[in-house]
């Protein structure tokens, strides 16, 4: 089992330029999330996805989309970049059981750079 | 707004002795709570978590403490390890919600 993978693992952008990050994982979860992790900050919800065909902002959603593209995928685009979207972004997934969430498993993350 | 709070950046221990990393919430709703470990270059990796209906919780060299009243956590490595020189942090969420809130961090070096 691979868990969850992400594509690319490093990414440079110029301002405005457009990209979409992918996850998949293959634990048969049926909730997924992205965070991005930035210096003194910690992790920072973007947005989740509760199950297939649902999703939800997060704590900072201002300049993402997302797409839950069946129960394995889900995808976070940056339709016109800022320097302020550079971060690692983490993909991670977990069972929802409808009250708690089960611990969540991450990717290995992307480091994305704007310039 | 930081709902999840590791007021110390940094700890460096000696190896054998005891770790002892801290976190604060504000949320009073916070009923399920996690600790991560996370080595550079790799996502975090799950190491332990306490639900509410508990004080404590152990598994192995790991033991998380939980005082509600007080909204704070602690997570204790004894005896400490070179191999446990991570960023350790902290998460929490309340029931019926899938928005996990993590603190900022804390750098354990064990020497």
């Known amino acids: 089992n691979a868990g969850v993978t992400q594509t690319p693992k490093f990414q440079v952008l110029k301002t405005g330029q457009s990209m979409t990050l992918q996850c998949a994982q293959d634990?048969?979860?049926?909730?997924m999330y992205w965070y991005r992790q930035d210096p003194g900050m910690g992790l920072r919800l973007i947005y989740y996805?509760?199950?297939?065909?649902?999703?939800d902002k997060g704590e900072v959603p201002n300049g993402y989309n997302v797409s839950r593209l069946n129960k394995r995928e889900f995808s976070l685009r940056l339709e016109s970049a800022a320097p302020s979207q550079t971060s690692v972004y983490f993909c991670?997934?977990?069972?929802?059981?409808?009250?708690?969430?089960?611990?969540?498993?991450f990717g290995p993350g992307t480091r994305l750079t704007v310039t | 707004d930081q709902q999840v709070k590791q007021n110390s950046p940094s700890l460096s221990v000696q190896e054998g002795r005891i770790s002892i990393l801290n976190c604060d919430y504000t949320?009073?709703?916070?009923?399920?709570f996690l600790w991560y470990k996370k080595y550079p270059a790799e996502g975090p990796t799950f190491l332990i978590s306490?639900?509410?209906?508990?004080d404590k919780n152990e598994d192995g060299r790991f033991t998380v403490f939980l005082n509600k009243s007080a909204k704070h956590l602690s997570l204790h490595i004894v005896p400490s390890q070179p191999g446990d020189s991570a960023v350790y942090f902290c998460?929490?969420?309340?029931?019926?919600?899938?928005?996990?809130?993590f603190g900022a961090g804390t750098r354990l070096t064990v020497k």
């Open positions: 998460a929490a969420s309340a029931r019926g919600n899938n928005d996990m809130r």
């Open positions: 306490i639900s509410s209906i508990k």
């Open positions: 991670a997934s977990s069972e929802w059981s409808g009250d708690l969430s089960g611990e969540q498993y």
């Open positions: 996805s509760a199950s297939e065909g649902t999703t």
């Open positions: 949320n009073s709703m916070f009923d399920y």
């Open positions: 634990m048969n979860h049926n909730s």
